[in-house]
Each structure stands twice: as C-alpha cells, then as structure tokens.
C-alpha cells in the first residue's frame, strides 16, 4: 500500500457489467457452508474457526466475481493507510463498545471478575486473537465495503447504497444467527421463536453497525483502517466474552451506542469517498 494508490478514481470502480444477484450468489455460495458447520458441530473449537474461514471466503467469491465473471477493477478498493487519526478511533471505539461498560458493570456490582482473572493473561489472549482475525477481517472488508459498497452506486443514492449493503451484511450473518437460536435459545422450548427473536432484535443494530464499517471505510479511504476495526470490535468482545462475560449492561450499551453512532452517521456523516464516486456517476 501507498498513499497514491488510494488517490480516488471514481470511474475505475464502475463496474460495466456487475450484477448484484450473481455476487451475491456467489460470495454467499462459496462462504455460508464455512459458516454451517457450527450446525454439525457446534461444541468443536475447529468449527467455530471456520467462521473465520468464512470470512475469507468473502474475498475469494469477490475475486472470483469481479476479476472472471464481471471482468472488473479492484484499483479502487481502499489501497491507502489513512491517517493516524482513524487507526486511533479504530481503536478508540471498540474500547467504548467494550471495555467501559464492562468497568461500568464491575463497579456497579453488575458483574465479578472471576477468581482465576488475569489482566496479562487477557492481554495475551486479545493479542493473539486479533493477529489471527486481521485475515478474515480483511476477507469482509475487501468484499462488502471495497467492492459491493461502490458498486451499489451505479443505481441508488448513497444512503440507500448503505441501507442495502448493511441488510445484505446483516443476512450473510444469518447462519450463525440462526445456530444462536438453537442451540443458545433465548424461550427454552421453542427454538422457532428464540430464532425470530434474535433475529428481530439484531437486524437494526448489525445494519447500523454496517453503517459504522462503512463510515471507517469512507472516511480513511483506507482497508487497513477499516480492518483494523473490525479485528479490534471483535477481538475485544470475544476476549470479554470469553474471560469476564458479557452482563445485560454491555449487551445493552453495545447495541444501543453502535445503533445511534450508525444512525447519526447514516443521516449526518460526511461521505466523502462515496460523494465523489456518486457524483462521477451522474456525470457520465
């Protein structure tokens, strides 16, 4: 990467002859298996690290999609670094997201830090996750906001490109969300409304957390800033999860904070990255 490379070009990433129902066929045929075998084999470790795999598999359908089936450009995708500035809210946030309502919920008697905690012990374990997930975050990154996102312009405004590109991130996650509803119900005795429910509950704020990713994107003109992100969002909440746990406090604040930051930036953000892809549109 280098900083020239990022230099926008909007007419690059037009593609000529993308369809929408062909990649998303694609990425999602080549990706949702990863995802399902949590259904098989749902108390393997190697199972659940196939979500990982899965989301990989988002760059390799992209790849397959854009280079041999639409025969299109990846030049634009975000090859730049960004600036300090993003990497730190990159962090930043994830933090917010995280780790406050977790002291929040430790001070307020909420919840208890386990006898066996420890703090170096948490460090290296979020450590290794987040090298290990900086691949796969990558795989999403490149996929739903380096290509699918720029690409939606071609025929809907920049909001509504947003709001179409965070519904279809929110249903590539529907396998997963469907194994939550099973095996972890949230009525014992009725997995079909425990489904129902997890999947009403999560789809305002995944959208809005799409919006999020999308901001990081646009904003830094940048997949490493936006990458960093994501591994950071969910490294963090997978080290807590796996060594405090996650009280009602941080499952609230997580979902109400990532909704309100996603809707005020969907109504208020400057877009600059999609502008001026949007505009070269119209001008054509």
């Known amino acids: 990467m280098n900083a020239k490379a990022g230099n926008l070009n909007p007419k690059s990433q037009i593609g000529k002859n993308f ?32 979500l990982l795999v899965s989301m990989i598999m988002v760059t390799v359908g992209t790849l397959i999609a854009g280079k041999y089936v639409f025969q299109d450009t ?23 997201i995280w780790v406050v309502p977790t002291i929040i919920s430790l001070m307020l008697g909420i919840q208890a830090l386990p006898e066996k905690f420890s703090a ?13 997930t900086l691949i796969p975050a990558f795989g999403e990154e490149f996929g739903w906001r380096g290509y699918l996102l720029p690409r939606l312009l071609l025929k809907h405004s920049i ?13 590539w996650h529907l396998p997963f969300l469907i194994f939550l509803g099973i095996h972890k119900p949230t009525i014992k005795g009725n ?4 489904i129902a429910i ?13 919006v999020v990713f999308s901001y990081f994107w646009s904003a830094s003109s940048s997949l490493a800033v936006v990458t960093i992100y994501h591994a950071n969002f969910d ?31 969907l109504a208020k953000g400057k877009w600059q990255k999609l502008a001026t892809i949007r505009n070269a549109i119209e001008q054509m």
């Open 19 to 50: 369809s929408l129902l062909t990649y998303l066929l694609i990425v999602f045929a080549i990706s949702w298996p990863f995802q399902s075998f949590v259904f098989f084999f749902p108390e393997q470790l190697w199972a659940s690290q196939m």
């Open 74 to 96: 990846f030049r634009d995708a975000g090859w730049s670094w960004g600036k300090p500035k993003h990497y730190i809210l990159a962090c930043a946030l994830p933090v917010f």
């Open 120 to 132: 170096f012990g948490t460090l290296n374990l979020f450590l290794g996750s987040f090298l290990i």
């Open 159 to 171: 909001r509504k490109a947003l709001l179409i590109q965070a519904l279809i991130w929110w249903a």
């Open 191 to 194: 997995i079909l409304l425990s």
């Open 198 to 210: 997890i999947l009403a509950v999560s789809i305002i704020p995944a959208m809005m957390h799409a």
């Open 235 to 265: 490294e963090i909440r997978d080290t807590i999860q796996t060594t405090v746990g996650t009280g009602s406090l941080v499952e609230f604040w997580q979902m109400f904070f990532l909704t309100l930051i996603g809707a005020v930036l």
